[in-house]
């Protein structure tokens, strides 16, 4: 089972930005819907953001709409998460995974998750 790999991740100051990336080694994903999710330590796992396999199709949770942009390039086979205005809040571990389904913010619908990257804002 191919695994997503995330670089990207880093600790910043409240107000800054990261971009994170998430590939898949040897493999191509330009078929997929794909997501990103976060965890924080002693919270459950939430969506952050998704991507339809064309681009045409996006979606954001609340808490980072404005904020965070997500973007792909299928002939690099990458999906990019451009995080701008970094809040202490948004500190968690960001992990991609690929879904067979359109865009959606269900965990249980992606398979093929990352190890994850840490991201931590400080304020």
């Known amino acids: 089972q191919v695994q997503l790999v995330e670089p990207g991740g880093g600790l910043v100051q409240a107000g800054g930005s990261l971009r994170l990336s998430c590939a898949a080694p040897?493999?191509?994903?330009?078929?997929?819907?794909i997501g990103w999710f976060r965890q924080a330590p002693g919270k459950e796992r939430e969506f952050v953001s998704a991507?339809?396999?064309?681009?045409?199709?996006?979606s954001y949770a609340d808490s980072v709409k404005g904020r965070f942009t997500i973007s792909r390039d299928n002939t690099k086979n990458t999906v990019y998460l451009q995080m701008n205005s970094l809040k202490p809040e948004d500190t968690a571990v960001y992990s991609c995974a690929a879904s067979y389904y359109a865009v959606n913010a269900r965990a249980d619908q992606y398979r093929n998750w990352g190890q994850g990257t840490q991201v931590t804002v400080s304020s």
């Open positions: 991507i339809s396999w064309n681009g045409g199709a996006t």
């Open positions: 040897g493999r191509t994903f330009s078929s997929s819907t």
